[in-house]
């Protein structure tokens, strides 16, 4: 649990998804790295936030197999997101929406210096992130996770360009609402605090509002605890660094579904909330489709060295 966050029958569990996804590949030394190894590589380096070469003399692998392990697992995950990471099919169901609270907010992963559109990646607090923008459930699980947005945008931009968001604005999920933060605009299906209420129904409303949006820092927080990768620079590029988001939060999902523990001693240091400010955008660099993810994958599985041994991609 300390090392990789996940008991041993948890670690089997999560293999089985992506195992027919993973490349098969062979390290230097001819030995054969299984779906397991690269699942164990990957669940260390998202528990401690270590330099890759620390986990790699750890688990005994070079540092090659540690990168490349990281970012198969970390795309594999990303991959089946939307198998653990979705709005319940039953949310129009009006007893349902009553037992649901839903909050949206953001939250700042920092990263190296991008070599490309680096300015986009400077934020308010003028060091480089990915802004991540997630909703969740009473129960502390992500419903939605936007990361692929530079620390400069901004948390309405990035909801008001989301795919969730368009279908809030459509009527899509009928009456529901989500409650976010003065960040975002108020809405008919988003509802954020009174500014400097002074009537006792407003200030009531705002007490109310506050003690139920506190879920999604919660929920932060219990996603940065388990995973102190999050918590650290991570020395990646965006595109990489977005699906070791992704997987981290439907590892977080998966921990909540498993009922696995959180330790007081994986506690983080400072404040990972805080609002955020209206900040020009500029240009990204975009992401990727699924079918260019796959390719990238594939690549992974397909180095000079074992392009005779790699199996054929699963379609």
Excluded at 122 to 151: E, M, W
Aim: with cysteine; hydrophobic share 35%; aromatic share 10%.
């Amino acid at each position: 649990m300390t090392t990789f966050r996940f008991d041993r029958p948890s670690i089997e569990y999560i293999t089985a998804l992506i195992a027919d996804i993973l490349p098969r590949r062979k390290t230097k030394a001819r030995r054969n790295l299984l779906p397991l190894d690269m699942v164990l590589i990957a669940l260390q380096f998202y528990a401690t936030g270590t330099f890759q070469t620390v986990v790699g003399n750890v688990l005994r692998y070079s540092q090659a197999s540690v990168s490349r392990s990281i970012a198969a697992v970390s795309l594999s995950l990303s991959l089946i997101s939307a198998n653990h990471i979705r709005f319940p099919d039953n949310l129009n169901n009006h007893a349902f929406q009553a037992s649901l609270d839903q909050s949206i907010d953001g939250t700042h992963i920092r990263i190296q210096r991008p070599i490309l559109y680096e300015k986009a990646y400077v934020n308010r607090k003028n060091y480089h992130s990915i802004n991540v923008q997630a909703i969740c459930d009473a129960g502390y699980k992500f419903l939605s996770v936007c990361g692929t947005k530079p620390g400069s945008c901004h948390d309405s931009s990035i909801f008001k360009g989301s795919a969730i968001g368009k279908k809030f604005e459509s009527g899509f999920f009928g009456t529901s609402i989500l409650l976010g933060d003065s960040g975002y605009s108020n809405t008919p299906f988003l509802f954020i605090p009174y500014n400097d209420p002074v009537e006792g129904y407003k200030i009531r409303f705002n007490r109310a509002h506050k003690s139920t949006r506190c879920t999604i820092e919660r929920s932060f927080g219990i996603l940065k605890k388990r995973f102190h990768v999050l918590h650290s620079e991570i020395r990646m590029s965006p595109t990489k660094v977005s699906w070791v988001i992704v997987a981290c939060c439907v590892l977080h999902n998966l921990a909540i579904d498993l009922k696995m523990p959180l330790d007081d001693n994986w506690a983080v240091d400072g404040d990972d909330f805080h609002q955020e400010e209206n900040m020009p955008e500029l240009e990204i660099r975009p992401t990727g489709t699924i079918t260019q993810k796959e390719a990238a994958l594939r690549r992974l599985g397909n180095t000079k060295r074992d392009r005779v041994a790699s199996k054929t991609f699963p379609r």
